[in-house]
């Protein structure tokens, strides 16, 4: 099922809309982009209402449609083994503030005394694998129903706070904002994927799915 934007994008819609709001909102675009009301247009119009229908007739359809979205593009991500570490690696990885702490000088030992403790932020303190993994494995199991699409973004949220370069997490959480059809939300955690992994094909390819209007 080769095509050039997602349907439910160029609906306007969330995965997780009814069928009776794809009927909605399939009128009302193409209402509002026939050839017909848009003659100075008429050839972005033509090809609109094109996508339009090719939409529409996937996302009407309940049998086109479940086979849509079981397409291995939008299927949640598990552990990679790679991932899996001992606890002997998890002790040696460095925090992101120990990354970047630099030896303090002559002078800020000599004050050192006087001055204030900085507070460290979550984002800051010491990369935690195991309780990130935690989170991610909650997050999973949310994410296979779709009333629990919300919490589930929230579980994988909590996973990259632990551990910031969990490339499945960052895929996940792209994933649960495509599904409540949030989609700049989604198209910028894609893009965060690549960050990791400059060869993850899906995610180029939800990237792709994702775009604006041309």
């Known amino acids: 099922?080769?095509?050039?934007?997602?349907?439910?994008?160029?609906?306007?819609?969330?995965?997780?809309?009814?069928?009776?709001?794809?009927?909605?909102?399939?009128?009302?675009?193409?209402?509002?982009?026939?050839?017909?009301?848009?003659?100075?247009?008429?050839?972005?119009?033509?090809?609109?209402?094109?996508?339009?229908?090719?939409?529409?007739?996937?996302?009407?359809?309940?049998?086109?449609?479940?086979e849509y979205d079981r397409q291995s593009h939008f299927a949640v991500r598990h552990f990679k083994k790679s991932r899996k570490k001992s606890d002997e690696e998890m002790l040696k990885k460095p925090s992101r503030r120990d990354m970047f702490k630099k030896e303090p000088s002559l002078l800020e030992?000599?004050?050192?005394?006087?001055?204030?403790?900085?507070?460290?932020?979550?984002?800051e303190s010491a990369v935690d694998f195991k309780q990130a993994d935690v989170h991610f494995t909650l997050g999973l199991s949310m994410a296979e129903q779709e009333g629990f699409y919300e919490s589930a973004k929230g579980e994988f949220k909590m996973a990259l706070r632990f551990d910031p370069d969990f490339v499945e997490a960052h895929f996940n959480l792209a994933l649960?904002?495509?599904?409540?059809?949030?989609?700049?939300?989604?198209?910028?955690?894609?893009?965060?994927?690549?960050?990791?992994?400059?060869?993850?094909?899906?995610?180029r390819k939800m990237i792709s799915l994702l775009r604006d209007d041309l």
């Not at 989609?183 to 993850?200: H, I, N, P, T």
């Open 1 to 66: 099922m080769a095509i050039d934007r997602d349907y439910y994008k160029v609906l306007g819609i969330a995965p997780v809309s009814s069928q009776e709001d794809v009927r909605k909102a399939y009128r009302m675009l193409s209402k509002k982009f026939h050839p017909d009301l848009n003659p100075q247009l008429k050839t972005m119009a033509e090809d609109r209402m094109k996508e339009l229908v090719s939409a529409y007739n996937i996302l009407n359809n309940p049998v086109k449609r479940k």
């Open 109 to 123: 030992r000599i004050l050192s005394p006087f001055l204030k403790r900085e507070e460290v932020d979550v984002q």
């Open 176 to 203: 649960m904002c495509y599904k409540l059809g949030q989609f700049e939300e989604a198209r910028v955690g894609y893009q965060k994927v690549l960050q990791q992994d400059k060869e993850d094909a899906v995610a």
